[in-house]
């Protein structure tokens, strides 16, 4: 009876812990774009658009990936343009890897389909509050990026402590 009492606290103290653990970051944003025939030609552009209400506040943004495990290259190069309410226009070129140096794939396997997440930007904050537009084109050598069907903007915010 007393061993069965210590499991359960036990199995409460780690639920909480992994639950605050988890409550350190909340998703925010998460928006998706599906690719007709898991093509993502060089014309076609993914584009959000994230409204930030609180400027200062930081955010982790990520990209999440759906691609077959036949995906041709271990890397994707995406050209990234961020429009913000002033109108100013940051650009980039940015480039991920799909796969480690051995050539196993990152992320989940489901079948053949890999899910992949990858960090975009770390810690950011936005300097003013409006609308702020993503736009991303795949930027591989080839015009059609295939078996790559969903291209998905994710941003999260980071808790700080207030101590």
């Not at 955010?59 to 495990?69: C, N, P």
């Not at 992949?116 to 770390?122: C, D, I, S």
Request: charged share 25%; aromatic share 12%; proline share 2%.
């Amino acid at each position: 009876m007393h061993r069965l009492l210590q499991n359960k606290l036990g199995i409460i103290l780690i639920s909480a812990l992994l639950l605050t653990e988890a409550c350190a970051e909340s998703s925010f944003f998460s928006q998706s774009i599906n690719f007709e025939d898991s093509v993502w030609n060089e014309d076609e552009v993914a584009e959000f658009q994230l409204d930030i209400t609180e400027p200062k506040q930081n955010y982790y943004l990520f990209f999440d990936l759906k691609s077959s495990e036949n995906f041709a290259t271990s890397n994707l190069w995406i050209f990234a343009e961020v429009l913000a309410p002033d109108g100013t226009v940051q650009t980039d070129t940015l480039e991920f890897d799909m796969a480690d140096d051995t050539g196993k794939w990152l992320g989940k396997h489901t079948g053949s389909e890999v899910e992949t997440t990858l960090l975009y930007k770390r810690d950011v904050a936005f300097p003013a509050a409006g609308a702020y537009k993503f736009r991303f084109r795949q930027g591989m050598r080839d015009d059609q990026t295939p078996l790559l069907s969903e291209f998905s903007l994710r941003a999260e915010i980071l808790e700080t402590d207030k101590n």
